[in-house]
């Protein structure tokens, strides 16, 4: 069964950089969610979005950026990056009102220098 | 604010035991309940999905249990096997979408 994919899986970039990290839902399922997981911490929830439109927002910093196109797949835009932001970036989807069951993708291990 | 705590922090059993690993809520006011396996650097599985109606539900030597009044569920694993070590985290969804997750249980099974 097709999974939840993320690209890049690893990304290196400097201070003061912009990231782009993609996310591909499984087929079908309308709703993306973005999450960052710091190194030895919890996943915690940064944004997501309901059929394109943004449906909640957590604690996403102003230099963060995120949409969700026609075709469902979504991207986080990053930029000014800082160290802080490295870290685990896991994209989840799922179908609202048909499966509750969130799916994670592999994720986005970002390596700020 | 929902906030989820997982006792313990870490657990070390031998190959063949029973065990529980226990998470807590303090909004019961939940949509449902999800536990997750994580392995080192790597991606979740989702191992089991309890609805706020149910009170267990039940995937091979996995058993999870719900008691949304009090803000608990438990994650059983029996005959736990060397494979098993990783860290389980459960995370609670509050009818939004977003889950919000505890700290994990680092679970070692030694052979």
């Known amino acids: 069964a097709a999974g939840v994919i993320q690209s890049p899986r690893h990304l290196i970039k400097e201070k003061r950089e912009t990231a782009t990290l993609k996310c591909y839902p499984i087929?079908?399922?309308?709703?993306v969610y973005w999450y960052q997981q710091g190194p030895g911490q919890d996943p915690q929830f940064l944004i997501s979005f309901y059929e394109k439109m943004q449906s909640d927002k957590g604690s996403i910093p102003d230099r963060f950026s995120a949409q969700q196109f026609s075709d469902y797949h979504s991207e986080l835009n990053m930029s000014s990056l800082e160290l802080g932001d490295s870290a685990l970036y896991f994209c989840?989807?799922?179908?609202?009102?048909?499966?509750?069951?969130?799916?994670f993708g592999p994720g986005t291990r970002l390596t700020v220098l | 604010k929902q906030e989820v705590t997982q006792i313990p922090a870490a657990l070390s059993v031998p190959e063949g035991e029973n065990l529980v690993l226990n998470c807590s809520f303090t909004?019961?006011?939940?949509?449902?309940l999800q536990w997750f396996r994580q392995d080192p650097g790597k991606g979740l599985t989702s191992l089991l999905l309890i609805q706020s109606s149910q009170r267990e539900q039940t995937s091979g030597r996995l058993n999870a249990s719900l008691d949304k009044s009090s803000g608990r569920s438990t994650l059983y694993i029996a005959a736990s096997q060397p494979g098993d070590s990783a860290t389980y985290l459960c995370a609670v969804n509050n009818q939004g979408g977003k889950l919000i997750f505890g700290q994990g249980t680092e679970l070692s099974v030694k052979p």
């Open positions: 989840a989807s799922d179908l609202t009102g048909k499966t509750d069951t969130q799916y």
């Open positions: 909004d019961s006011a939940i949509y449902n």
């Open positions: 087929p079908r399922h309308d709703t």
